[in-house]
Nanobody, 120 residues
Framework: QVQLVESGGGLVQPGGSLRLSCVAS????????INWYRQTPGNQRELVAS???????NYVDSVKGRFTISGDIPKNTWYLQMNSLKPEDTAQYFC??????????????WGQGTLVAVSS
């Protein structure tokens, strides 16, 4: 069973950078893609960035040019490099893996999240 653990969140000043990590274990070979979401209190989770097994990436418009999603398959780790951070980037960030339904009925596995706070 695939499990995901995020890390790398914290408090950073506007204009600063953070790199979030998402480490996968168990059945990593079955992961078809990784997505980073973020959520603020009272709001739905927003898809921020995604990467497929063929390294195709996609970003929400608000982070294009500032965030970069990447994967290090030998380390079973995916990253979200966040530069030029803004206060509106403050959120809980979650990693989600897309997996076959024989691993998860809804075809997805979520991590527990890591908090990013951008403030002076």
């Amino acid at each position: 069973q695939v499990q995901l653990v995020e890390s790398g969140g914290g408090l950073v000043q506007p204009g600063g950078s953070l790199r979030l990590s998402c480490v996968a274990s168990g059945g990593v070979f079955s992961i078809n893609g990784i997505n980073w979401y973020r959520q603020t209190p009272g709001n739905q989770r927003e898809l921020v960035a995604s990467i497929t097994s063929s390294d195709r990436t996609n970003y929400v418009d608000s982070v294009k040019g500032r965030f970069t999603i990447s994967g290090d398959i030998p380390k079973n780790t995916w990253y979200l490099q966040m530069n030029s951070l803004k206060p509106e980037d403050t959120a809980q960030y979650f990693c989600k893996a897309e997996v076959p339904q024989w691993l998860s009925p809804d075809g997805e596995v979520w991590g527990q999240g890591t908090l990013v706070a951008v403030s002076s």
